[in-house]
């Protein structure tokens, strides 16, 4: 029965090259998320799933509390609120949740649902901030915000429900200071995905596709499994656009009243949607050991001597855990197969098995997740040994994940080259930055342009396709989520 339930088991994930099916299936069986929730584009974390989303935030928390604080600030906006940012409006109108009734009475102010929260924290601002002494102010937050999509929803990635959305907000004197925030921002979330094993492209996305009342919006992508980009992270320059709005002054050194300069920045549970989605392969979830709710599973392998080896076994584990590795035993009556099946799909990095022949060596057998490969290793040594595979495993997935990032980077000469490029990832080309030349670009090849990347990737030399100008400037352009 256990052997017929494997093998039924086995047939619930299809091959990764057919991604979104792959991904709806994995979700399922990695106990990621339920979508079985009677409410379109609302899903329920699994247990497993909500233990891997509170590791991934412990790592942005522990990024963003070097210098931030957080806070939490309420979920329903009064609508006086929500309608002073004239462009703020315009970019979130078609898509607000509106509750317009206390019990049966009809609210005298209608009350939106945080699709964000600016409208939320800045006339907040408007009271706390007095002086330049009150300066900067640096806070984040991590909630749910509501959007009414209409575009077609899918766990993690377009949702009605944001469960996981980590928005900072930060107030600062000057232009320059909310700038260098900006690029803050966009270091941190480097970083972060980096922890994930996750690499990014970073890119100052075109002035028609940037925060409504935002100067301007940096932007993290980075590139999924079918060839298309998945924003996971953006950073605004708000000038003091909101400031103005909201009425969030300063008094300066000489004691003039000085308009804030404001940021906001902000990931969401796109984050795991990319972790999963990058690393995972047809067996299931691999995860990184850093985020990994298992980090160590150990699989006695019994022949006879049984005592023997399950005491083995519960020594590292003892070991492990008290070196601060996640470490789990499986002593259940299965056979070997069933349980690195069951340990596989939930990607744990590293599996220890010990049996008869391992012990007589007073050795264990380790098997890496990511690769596949098989070691012995010596069990007095065995917490540095598993520390020093993981840092191995963590370089060998970003590695993995930045070379297929790599390949899938395409330059192109013309428009034609860039329509035949991107179905295959992400294509480069010369942009001369004008907006005509940018949107028909946009138009001629039906895919929108990311923004001109930072670093090497967004400088070289070549033709406008459009106004046929030279430029310096390179864009990349891709089919988004
Ligand atoms: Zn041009």
Known sequence: MAEKQTEEKKSVLPSKSDFSEWYNELLLAGEIMDVRYPVKGLYVWFPFGFEVRKRTYSLIRE??????KEALFPLLIPETEFMKEAE????????????????????????????????AIYPMYKVWVRSHADLPIKIYQIVNTFRYETKHTRPLIRLREITSFKEAHTVHATWDEAAEQVREATRIYQEFYMRLAIPTIVS?????????????????????????????????????????????KYEDAKGEQQYAHQTCYGISERSIAALISIHGDDKGLVFPPLVAPVQVVIIPILFGKSEEIITACRQVRDCLTAAGIRTAIDESDERPGAKYYRWEMKGVPL???????????NAATVVRRDSGSKESIPLGNIVEEVNKRFRVIHESLYERANSSLKERIFDCESIEEVKDKIQGGIARIAWCGERECGLAMEEAVGAGILGIPEGDMGSGTGNCPVCKKETGNMAIMARTY
């Open 351 to 361: 599996r220890i098995e010990i049996g008869p022949r391992d012990l007589k060596n």
């Open 63 to 68: 990024l963003l509390d070097k210098d931030h």
């Open 204 to 248: 100052k996305r075109p002035e028609w596709d940037k925060f409504p009342g935002a100067d301007y919006t940096m932007a993290v992508d980075t590139l999924m499994p079918d060839n298309k980009t998945l924003q996971i992270g953006t950073a605004h320059h708000l000038g003091s656009n909101f400031a103005k709005t909201f009425d969030i």
């Open 88 to 119: 703020h409006i315009k970019g979130f109108e078609n898509e607000v949740y509106w509750v317009t009734h206390g019990g049966k009475n009809e609210l005298d102010v209608k009350l939106a649902l945080r699709p964000t929260s600016e409208t």
